[in-house]
């Protein structure tokens, strides 16, 4: 069974502050995804990566930055955490096209 | 723009209901639509559709596709307290998901 997880289920940091969500996933799925998850605007996309050192831009992808140095592993920082970027965030992975994405539980980020 | 629409945005049941909810989808380049369960971690997998009409099944949820009126349906009959979670309805799009907001389902006993 697949598996993606996430390092930290509930994180406080501070404005002004650079913050890491890792994310790593056990199948070498090429595809990983980061989005967050607000009330009632649901699942938006801030970055996906279908390879190692690859990376493309979601939606919402001001104010954030990744990294896939490896392929079962993908970083989504915060360069300068603001109290607008308070929210739930969800890696994803996925095998190939035409396949459901698997999640991971979520960080529930709080900014200050 | 690429668009997905759930509703209704929440909704309030009693157990042994009937209940659906919808997903209508606006975008290019359609590969399939998915239904995921969310409690209180993880979205979990429900469905996955590709073809319309045809329904897909599991236990008391079912779920149909209509790719010319553009939307799909989730039923759950004789809902559970269990069922309580957010229904997140998904379309995949060349290489990524669009989502829509997501049904917050209340089921009270």
């Known amino acids: 069974d697949v598996k993606v997880t996430q390092s930290s289920r509930y994180l406080v940091k501070r404005t002004g502050e650079k913050v890491f969500l890792e994310c790593v996933q056990d199948m070498d799925h090429e595809n990983m995804f980061w989005y967050r998850q607000d009330p009632g605007l649901g699942l938006r996309l801030i970055y996906f990566?279908?390879?190692?050192?690859?990376?493309e831009k979601g939606d919402i992808p001001e104010g954030y930055s990744v990294s896939r140095e490896k392929k079962e592993r993908f970083s989504l920082i915060l360069e300068s955490a603001s109290t607008n970027q308070t929210s739930m965030y969800l890696c994803a992975s996925i095998g190939g096209l035409g396949q459901p994405q698997h999640f991971g539980d979520g960080t529930r980020l709080s900014i200050l | 723009e690429d668009k997905v629409v759930q509703s209704p945005l929440s909704l309030v049941v009693h157990e042994g209901d009937t209940v659906t909810l919808n997903c209508s989808y606006e975008?290019?380049?359609?590969?399939?639509l998915l239904w995921y369960k969310q409690e209180k971690k993880a979205p979990t997998f429900l469905f996955m559709l590709?073809?319309?009409?045809i329904e897909k099944k599991s236990g008391r949820l079912s779920s149909i596709l209509d790719k010319k009126e553009l939307f799909s349906i989730l039923n759950i009959t004789a809902t559970q307290t269990g069922d309580s979670a957010i229904y997140l309805c998904?379309?995949?799009?060349?290489?990524?998901?669009?989502f829509g907001a997501g049904t917050r389902l209340t089921v009270k006993p």
């Open positions: 975008v290019t380049n359609f590969r399939s």
């Open positions: 990566s279908y390879d190692v050192k690859m990376k």
């Open positions: 590709t073809s319309s009409g």
């Open positions: 998904a379309v995949e799009v060349n290489n990524d998901m669009r």
